[in-house]
């Protein structure tokens, strides 16, 4: 019998390919500190997946970096090397590795670091995020998608709500490099977004509208940290998104077969 | 709607493909075997000895707890091997051909006079183990009454066969085999073809119950497990039946002429396959046989059942209409024992959500959910999503795709055996 290549490295592998360039526009825009940011924590990320894997017999997988690049673009600034550690280790070990791993999950790890990072260490300011790395963005959501590794429903529900959204208060235009970024890196991650077609259509949207609902009332706030917390509290929702249309389903089904 | 579009996957295997305008060549091979494995179970009572003659369609042993089961000969010849394991369970029935062999004749005037008289011709013609009862995917208990029944008129699955060209020139045959059918059940009779399909073979005996179905001829919706899903699920109460067409005419051919078909349209293809070709050798055939002179140099493996499910063996399984040859070398690198270990104690291994997934089960139904209910054994949710009306074989696209260990084919059987473990008792 014939087997197949999607298994969980290779769309592993396809993400971190389509998200080569974001990676390459953020180290130019960055220069040589970027990418001994991001060795430092694909080094503390790949620690605790050797220790998991010699305490649980768990395979490590390449979504180590696409965890850490997500890390280090969108981490607070001016953050010590304790507290980065710090923030990693809880976001790797509670988003990740005490579910089974990658593909195991229920939350996005780097979604789950950046939430910690924020909430511990409020005086840490929230980085702005140059506006090449959002034109960086598009390339590599079309590519996923493409590949069928990222929803093409989730990007659409964001877009879709994002641009009404934008109809009703023009100002929210100048976030979207930031909230493409962060849709890309956290919100579309595929273990952790809604596997329901119409699942995803409700988590898109749900994640641009939480971050319109940001922008109108949460005054003082970094672009940066209404899209992560949008992407966090749309995260906690979608095994309850999939629940309600898996139900919906099952009660439009034996209605129609009655 | 929020499930509604037929999608799926074409599988692109290496290899010749057999050209529907060649000459379909006959190969009758010189040995043939009624096998089975030990998870089929089947205990059976032999009807015939070692050594003995019999004629082809003969009866050869009945089922040990529906003794009016009957499978007949394949072929006209010797027996060659009873090969029966403890508890009388069926491993393997051998015969050597007979050039000169007869055909048992049956007599199929008694079967129109009533429902039961029909039935018994079937169970004593071997033509009722063609049938395929969901749930479970196994020969339909004699009294069970299906709510509808499908006939197979399409096969997506890689490399099949056109069951049209099965039935080519037997449109009498098909119309008659039908007839029969409707007799069978008081629903529905779905003709499931392609969509770019002529009008078929309804025409031949009008019925308001005769359903047309035009199906998109994309795997998986070839199979009549999503079809049954889509149109009429199954359920313990209301089974549902499913056919082959080529199968509905021979029932059809055993009414006009009280004789059991003596062969099958197969196709004979593969990557390690030097002339891919269809075929019409007898049911249980030699693979070994068919393979000689048609394959390519070096190591090989001749699956009985298409590229994706199919199981490498001696001989044409019961319900198989491919015979797949594949290259051998590559299944012989083996993992480093790290790897390899790690990957054992990751089982099941984590399915990531992809639109390729959503395609294998044709977005008929929540495909990640119906997975993740089969890998932890959650026969409830899998129940209510429709595994009832689905068999191994209907999942195999998802297998393929995902790579998964352990395969959510085996693991929906073993699902489906349980639950009629329980129902039984």
New interface residues.
Partial sequence: ????????ET??LLLLCASLPIMVTWFLAEGWGAVARLVFVTLCIGIWQLIW?LAR???PSFAVLLTALAIVILAPENLGALQLVLGVSLGIVFGELAF?????NILNPATVTLAFLGFGFPGAPWPELPIQLGWAAIPAALVAAWF??V??RLLLGAGVVFAAAVWIDPGLLELWPTVLIVLVLLVAD??A?A????GAWVNGALYAGFVALFHATWQGSADVQMAVSAAFLVSLAVPLI?EA??S???A??RRK?D | MLWNRQTGLTVDVRGPVPAAHVPVEHNITEEAALSASADDDLRVTMLVDEDQLVAQGAPIFRLRHHPDIVQVAPMAGRVAVVDLAPGRRLSEIRFFHENDGDRHQYAPNAAHKSGDALRLLLMESGLWLALRSRPFGRAPLPGEEPAAIFIAGLDTKPLAPNPALSVKGREEDVARGIAQLLRLTHGPVYLCQAGDAGEGFAEFAPNDRIRRLKVAPVHPWGLPGFLVHQHHPATLSRPVWDIHLEDVAAIGALFATGLVPQTRLISFAGPAVTDARLLRCQPGADLRSLCYGRVTHGPHIALSGSPLEGRARRWLGARDRQVSVMNAGASDQRDHWLVSALKQASRPRPIIPTAAIERALGGALPALALLRALAVGDRETATRLGALSLVGEDLTLADYVTCAAPRHSALLDNMLREIAKEEAS
Avoid at chain 1, 1 to 8: H, K, N, S
Avoid at chain 1, 100 to 104: D, L, Q, T
């Fill in positions: 019998m014939i087997r197949g290549i999607w298994d969980r769309v592993a894997m017999a768990q395979p089974g791993g990658w593909g195991r069928g590794v929803s093409a595929p273990v977004s596997s329901t077609p119409v999939d249309i898996v919906l389903w099952v439009q089904r077969l």
